[in-house]
């Protein structure tokens, strides 16, 4: 065989192989009917009032071990919080039925199997687990049987932690924020080197107060220690039960009834003035451990008692503080009830009821809550009004309207007296419901961490090739093989 003709095969073959290296990077970036380089995740938040189903995903191959997470699908759960069926077999886990459905529809078949599904239970459970372990237990059990029937990756049906709950809406704060990483205009992710943010959480029967300290904390249990995108931070975090929304009205109408020494008719200074109703004894009042103390000896769960507004803000002030404790700290500092806390530090982000109790004074007085003399001016004005003002102003129900008075003055006393924020670290508090195009809550915060166990993906592994692409690159190597198979003959024969 001549020397141009070795060449020429050379040539050819070398041609054949760069066309086969084109296909190869090109034709994967075209294919876009299933996007395999995405991860999922499931988290069920199953509050004390409600439960809301949130679907993550994130890149394959990750970030320093952990998931770039954003929310991707979001279903609120229709009825009350998984709690609220106690006594009730097989509802709880009936609920999620319609949701989960959801999630079957927003996340790929082919991912399915691989997508980590987990619910976590809050303060509703957590008061649930102390008057009913069985039922409690019960309840997880059932929602449990029911996640496990569908094709997901079940990883826990539990009870969160009320120190949890607090680090992973830390978590979220940052994460959303960008204090963690975020994405360069090069196209790559890159550490900010920002400061992170405080979270404040206020739900249905718990608040939390968490952020990032470099002080001693003088009760080790108050400290967590979270390790996100290859950094470890140590938070100071604590979850006060029975300081959440719902539960701490129960126990101001509770603190009442005891103090005026009456079950059948009690007079509220943080009802609007003339405003009255009727609430059972039992159901609406004292079936809580939150109210435990304030029982009275002889009580008849079936009566009820009618409450009276009075509309007076000085005496509403007065017995919401009555529900807080500052006396018998054993530590350098205390926030309330005897619990350490070092000195608030930082910016904060206020989210759930926080967000809401402003949103409603905002839109009633027009007062943007930016410091304790606000909340005290905003909360004035407020207790002043009649249920008929509050309605119109915000046309919303008086089923919240009538609370509104009451919130305010409890988020001013947990703020200022509680957390001890004061008129200088106090405009360092933002109150949001979302951020980044998410929602603000613990779920967030636990998914990314949840991503840290899910194995990460080579990028090559996640590029799939399309069905006539690989059709064309086995036609061109049969091809290849045939024209070398053939030359390689005719070499042979020559010889």
């Given at each position: ?28 970036a ?22 809301s ?8 191959d ?11 699908s ?52 957590r ?64 550490s ?11 739900g ?126 054993n ?86 007296k ?6 200088a670290?106090?405009?360092s ?43 064309a ?23």
């Amino acid at each position: 065989m001549s020397l141009h003709r070795a060449q020429i095969i050379g040539a050819a073959v070398l041609l054949i192989l760069a066309i086969i290296g084109i296909l190869l990077v090109v034709l994967p970036a075209k294919e876009a009917k299933i996007p395999a380089d995405n991860m999922y995740g499931i988290v069920l938040d199953a509050g004390s009032s409600h439960t809301s189903m949130y679907i993550y995903k994130w890149p394959a191959d990750k970030q320093n071990g952990t998931g770039i997470v954003t929310q991707h699908s979001e279903c609120d759960v229709k009825g009350g919080g998984i709690s609220s069926y106690a006594g009730k077999p097989g509802s709880a886990a009936k609920s999620l039925e319609d949701c989960m459905e959801h999630a079957l529809s927003k996340i790929p078949k082919s991912r399915q199997h691989q997508t980590p599904l987990c619910l976590g239970a809050t303060a509703g459970m957590r008061l649930l687990n102390i008057t009913s372990h069985t039922e409690s237990a019960r309840i997880l059990k059932e929602v449990e049987q029911k996640l496990r029937s569908y094709p997901f990756l079940f990883k826990e049906a539990g009870i969160l932690s009320g120190q949890a709950e607090g680090a992973y809406g830390w978590v979220t704060v940052n994460y959303l924020l960008e204090n963690f990483v975020k994405y360069g205009f090069v196209g790559s992710w890159l550490s900010p080197g920002r400061s992170t943010i405080g979270a404040l959480d206020l739900g249905g029967a718990s608040t939390q107060i968490t952020f990032q300290t470099s002080q001693k904390l003088e009760e080790p249990a108050k400290q967590m220690n979270l390790t996100l995108y290859g950094q470890t931070y140590t938070l100071y975090t604590q979850s006060f039960l029975c300081y959440g929304q719902d539960q701490f009205l129960r126990k101001l109408l509770a603190h009442l009834i005891q103090s005026q020494g009456s079950t059948t008719k009690v007079f509220n200074p943080c009802y609007p003035q003339l405003f009255n109703i009727s609430l059972k004894l039992g159901e609406e009042v004292f079936d809580s451990p939150c109210t435990d103390k304030y029982r009275p000896v002889e009580l008849d769960p079936q009566a009820t008692v009618t409450v009276v507004g009075t509309g007076h803000y000085q005496q509403c002030v007065n017995n919401v503080t009555e529900i807080f404790s500052f006396s018998n700290c054993n530590y350098s500092m205390c926030s309330f009830d005897g619990v350490f806390q070092p000195r608030v530090t930082g910016s904060f982000m206020a989210f759930s009821a926080f967000y809401f109790t402003q949103i409603y004074m905002k839109t009633i007085t027009s007062i943007t809550v930016t410091s304790p003399n606000d909340v005290v001016e905003a909360a004035k004005l407020i207790c002043n009004m009649t249920i008929t003002e509050l309605v119109k102003k915000t046309n919303a129900s008086e089923k919240y309207m009538k609370n509104v008075c009451a919130m305010a003055n409890f988020v001013q006393i947990l703020l200022t007296k509680g957390y001890r924020f004061d008129e200088a670290s106090f405009p360092s508090i933002s109150f949001k419901k979302t951020a980044g195009g998410a929602s603000v809550g613990w779920a967030l915060g636990y998914m990314l961490d949840v991503s840290n166990e899910v194995p990460a993906e080579a990028f090559s592994v996640m590029k799939a090739l399309p069905q006539g692409a690989w059709a064309a690159v086995i036609f061109l190597c049969i091809i290849f093989l045939f024209c070398a198979l053939s030359h390689g003959m005719v070499i042979y024969m020559n010889r």
